[in-house]
């Protein structure tokens, strides 16, 4: 049988069967799953830090566990079916999200929001801090 190259690190190879752990870059502040190190996100993914900053004293982000930020993408995590729940912010259709190494729920996916102030929010998701650690580069 022919060998193949591995691919790049930074890519998520899936199959039925298996799937490969993506890695970030180790030359960025990263977030990890506290649980079993699996990468989660850059820290260039997480929303704008004035923006957290005035949802502090507007809304910071809650999950069950306690606080959590906000994501516009993140690696190495599955996605489970979407429901409708009642948050604090109104309703929302979200899918709770868990790592693929560990299978801890991490937080959820905004998939829609009924309130247009809440428009922002889909397609982001929300990881509880509880599970994450900071990686790389971090002071």
Same mark, same amino acid.
């Given at each position: 049988p022919e060998l193949s190259e591995e691919p790049p690190a930074e890519m998520v190879k899936m199959t039925k069967s298996k799937t490969f752990q993506a890695y970030l870059p180790n030359c960025h502040r990263t977030y990890s799953c506290i649980h079993c190190r699996a990468h989660l996100a850059n820290h260039d993914e997480l929303i704008s830090?004035? =923006?957290? @900053?005035? @949802? @502090? @004293? =507007?809304q910071s982000f809650q999950g069950s566990q306690g606080r959590a930020y906000l994501f516009n993408s993140v690696v190495n995590v599955g996605c489970g079916p979407a429901e409708e729940r009642v948050l604090l912010t109104g309703l929302h259709a979200v899918a709770d999200i868990y790592c693929e190494n560990c299978k801890t729920t991490l937080g959820w996916k905004y998939e829609h929001a009924f309130e247009s102030s809440q428009k922002y929010k889909e397609g982001k998701f929300i990881i509880e801090l509880a599970h994450m650690i900071k990686d790389n580069g971090w002071e």
């Open positions: 830090k004035a =923006m957290q @900053f005035l @949802f @502090f @004293f =507007m």
